[in-house]
């Protein structure tokens, strides 16, 4: 049976063990905390990303690819040459990076918003002028659920703003005034075959995703498909990679950022009814066949975020949860912590209206 390797063991490689298992595929995590949440279904290295010894497992597997796109360099160097690691090296070095990865999708032909990059004191000067007078001043890298970003609306503000980030590199973005966030996965095979996902509506609070939403017969998913289609090609994507977007009052669509890997806004297509993301960026980096995956029935998403206060206060409504039609609770097995991603709910119903209703209540329940 098929052997996939992957580079992290969080919440998505549990989830990709899950939905390798059934297809006859075994799964190995390298993932250097003891208590991270793929540990009860699949088989766990635990020691660093560079661990001599981890990396040799991995480089006896089948295919290796990664649901942490900040694997250092050298634990993808040694895995060079002795297993197919997807998506590659120089896809995974562009979307670490926001500067690398705006300018690499602009070349691509897609659209961003304005940016400047923030490498020293003296780029800060006209930087707000330039990307519009109000904006977004977010570290290179290592962000991710709105950490590591501030919003700036003077050039005082800007100043103070790099400097509690560390005098770090930063891209300062315009602010975009966008109509709704929404995102689309696309998955490339050895072969170079394409796929794509359904596209999803997403709301976020504080920074962190809260809610998605998949409905059929999207206005603009044939849209987000030919900027995901077209950047997929460029970077000469190996596995599956999930593009956020800004949708624009007058339709265009600017990206905001790139995952190389499932996403967080994808976890409905887990109980949709189709094949799920995690399902196809197995088959996309196994080279088993794979064509569009997308839900039968409408569907959503609402995130279990660790509260600010107390946790006994601060829990969901587990048993209103059960008892609402057309839910399907997914736990990550993690320790409580404010801010921190600890499961999802999923929510499938009959039709739209069913699943909007039913959505206002799922949300009231979680907190
Ligand atoms: P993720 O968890 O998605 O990786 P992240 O920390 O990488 O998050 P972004 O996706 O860059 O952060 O931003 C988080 C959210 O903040 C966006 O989804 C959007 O709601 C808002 N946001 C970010 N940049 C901008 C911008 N330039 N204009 C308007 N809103 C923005
Ligand atoms: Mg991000
Ligand atoms: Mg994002």
Redesign the pocket.
């Known amino acids: 049976s098929p052997h996939l390797g992957i580079l992290g063991g969080g919440q998505l490689a549990q989830m990709l063990a899950l939905a390798a298992l059934p297809l006859g595929v075994r799964v190995t995590v390298l993932e250097p905390d003891a208590g991270a949440p793929a540990r009860l279904c699949a088989t766990h290295l635990h020691a660093p990303y560079t661990d001599a010894a981890g990396l040799d497992r991995l480089a006896g597997c089948d295919a290796v690819t990664l649901e942490f796109e900040n694997v250092p360099a050298a634990a993808l160097g040694a895995l060079e040459g002795r297993v197919p690691v997807r998506p590659g090296r120089s896809l995974l070095e562009r979307s670490k990076h926001?500067v690398r990865e705006k300018r690499a999708l602009r070349e691509a032909g897609a659209q961003t918003?304005p940016f400047v990059a923030i490498e020293t004191g003296a780029d800060l000067d006209g930087a707000l002028a330039q990307v519009g007078g109000r904006?977004?001043l977010?570290t290179s890298e290592l962000?991710?659920?709105?950490?590591?970003?501030a919003r700036v609306s003077d050039g005082a503000g800007l100043r103070a703003a790099w400097q509690e980030m560390g005098h770090v590199p930063c891209v300062l973005?315009?602010?975009?005034?966008?109509e709704r966030?929404v995102s689309l996965s696309v998955a490339r095979g050895p072969d170079g075959a394409v796929a794509f996902g359904p596209l999803i509506e997403?709301v976020?609070r504080n920074?962190?995703?809260r809610t998605s939403v998949c409905l059929e017969g999207d206005a603009h998913e044939a849209g987000a498909r030919e900027v995901a289609g077209r950047v997929a090609a460029a970077w000469e994507l190996q596995g599956l990679m999930t593009l956020?977007f800004?949708q624009l009052a007058n339709g265009g669509l600017l990206v905001?950022?790139v995952?190389p890997r499932v996403h967080?806004s994808g976890h409905l297509t887990q109980d949709g009814g189709g094949v799920s993301q995690f399902e196809a960026q197995v088959r996309a980096v196994l080279g088993l066949p794979l064509a569009d995956w997308r839900p039968l029935l409408p569907c959503a998403m609402v995130n279990i975020i660790g509260a600010g206060g107390q946790e006994p206060d601060q829990q969901p409504d587990w048993a209103g949860i059960d008892a609402l039609p057309g839910t399907h609770l997914h736990l990550y097995h993690k320790a409580w912590r404010a801010g921190r991603k600890l499961g999802h709910v999923n929510l499938v119903a009959p039709d739209p209206a069913t699943l909007r209703g039913r959505l206002a209540q799922l949300e009231a329940l979680i907190p």
């Open positions: 926001r918003a904006g977004v977010k962000g991710y659920d709105g950490r590591g970003q973005e315009g602010l975009v005034d966008f966030e997403n976020h920074g962190i995703l956020e800004f905001n950022e995952a967080n």
